[in-house]
Nanobody, 120 residues
Framework: QVQLVESGGGLVQAGGSLRLSCAAS????????MGWYRQAPGKQRELVAA???????RYADSVKGRFTISRDNAKNTVYLQMNSLKSEDTAVYYC??????????????WGKGTLVTVSS
């Protein structure tokens, strides 16, 4: 009964910026950590950035200094601001969230993904 919907992906030239959004909805009691993963064609899925309920953040070394993760708890939404984009950032970006539902069942939920394509 929980859904995560990503938005904000698209085509951008190298050096440009995009902001991804992910809104969680449904039978939510609370949300713990939220994060962004990405998967490029033929590559393994990797953690890009994560943020805890307390605001502690974690980034992949490849995006440190370029990407910023944030959240709006009132909107159950997590954002990923991506600056200085490189061709290597091209991937499908997936949102995830650790959710406790109103019937007190806790698990990790995933969005369907949004495609980010960076042209060189």
């Amino acid at each position: 009964q929980v859904q995560l919907v990503e938005s904000g992906g698209g085509l951008v030239q190298a050096g440009g910026s995009l902001r991804l959004s992910c809104a969680a909805s449904g039978s939510i009691f609370s949300i713990n950590a939220m994060g962004w993963y990405r998967q490029a064609p033929g590559k393994q899925r990797e953690l890009v950035a994560a943020i805890t309920s307390g605001g502690t953040t974690r980034y992949a070394d490849s995006v440190k200094g370029r990407f910023t993760i944030s959240r709006d708890n009132a909107k159950n939404t997590v954002y990923l601001q991506m600056n200085s984009l490189k061709s290597e950032d091209t991937a499908v970006y997936y949102c995830n969230a650790g959710v406790t539902t109103r019937d007190y069942y806790a698990m990790t939920y995933w969005g369907k993904g949004t495609l980010v394509t960076v042209s060189s």
